[in-house]
């Protein structure tokens, strides 16, 4: 029978692709948007999706480092196997960079983070107008970045489900056993 993933970190990859999917659509949406108190609603919404990714990656982390990661089958080439390491060593910098680059966006525009309007997160730097562009690009170009990955792996887990049928897709999901 093929090692599966724990159910904690088959709970976290799935709240985790869900969210990190909505937090790219809404900020697609939200900088198409005019400049209106709704805007502003949903500037804050994307922040608190952001900080709530960030706090939950560092939880899927560390349950990944405790538990590990069942071993890939052996009709997977060595390179596969060097390439899917890789590409999820990315997939973890990434869900980092991403929203702490749009906290240090946020703060070199000079707006705190107030997470849910209650919590008012720590002002690691002054506002910086001359970095703000600079923040704004990375944090563009790392969710653009992230949403490549992202298509990658999904591609990649597809290609093992439809193609290889190797059970490797089947050892993420929720409550399935695999044979």
Known sequence: MMQRYTGLNIFFHWLLAVMIIIAFVVGTIMTDMHFSPLKLKVFSWHKWLGVTILGLVAL????????????YPDSMSAWQQRLAHWMHGLLYVLMFAVPLSGYFYTLAAGYPVVYFGLIELPVLMPANPELKPTLELTHE???KVLAVAFFAHLGAALKHLLIDKDGLFQ???PMRRTS
């Open 171 to 173: 050892r993420m999901l």
């Open 141 to 143: 170009l790392l969710s």
């Open 60 to 71: 899927r982390l560390v349950t990944r480092l405790i538990t590990g990661a069942p071993s």
